[in-house]
């Protein structure tokens, strides 16, 4: 069973692409100008999003750089440590909704000191998989479109990754 899975997921991706391009010759699209365009608006695209991503990454930095987001993690471990929540997997949380590739060097931090097979490896994986950077999402796509009324989507996504990371933490347990 195993050989198959590897067989399918190794040809999935050349396969689609193949049954897109077919499509698209059915269809009589022009491929190459069609892509070519969508590139061209992309640089746009780009343009008005890099002052958002640029100032997100700095204040990730600066989180990560100073401390805070280990003290608030070493603050919020005291009160859940007795529910059952690991502290160690805290960071994690707190970094999640802000930065996913901030998020990916703490899951890579967590797997080198509890292993990728250690509950705490598995919650955090499950975390990475299951939950959205909201605030990352809110700052950058919402603003370089304009949308500068946005509380209640930053209440709902902080809820649904709060949600997220609680159902991660009780899945782990339960299978684990």
Known sequence: MSLVISGIA????PVLILLVLGFAQWRRVKVFEAFTEGAK??????SAIFPFLLAMLVAIAV????GLLA???GLCGTILTPLGIPAEVLPMALMRPISGSGS???LTDLFKQYGPDS???RIASTMQGSTETTIYVLA?????????????????????????F???????????
């Open 63 to 66: 989180l990560r750089a100073s």
């Open 41 to 46: 608006e992309s640089l746009s695209v780009a």
């Open 140 to 164: 950058v796509y919402f603003g370089s479109v304009g949308i500068s009324n946005y509380r209640h989507a930053l209440v709902v996504g902080l809820v649904a990754d709060l949600a997220a």
């Open 119 to 121: 509950l705490i490896g």
């Open 10 to 13: 190794q040809w999935f991706v």
């Open 104 to 106: 990916l060097g703490v």
């Open 71 to 73: 003290l608030v993690a």
């Open 166 to 176: 609680l159902a991660a933490v009780w899945v782990c347990k339960l299978i684990f």
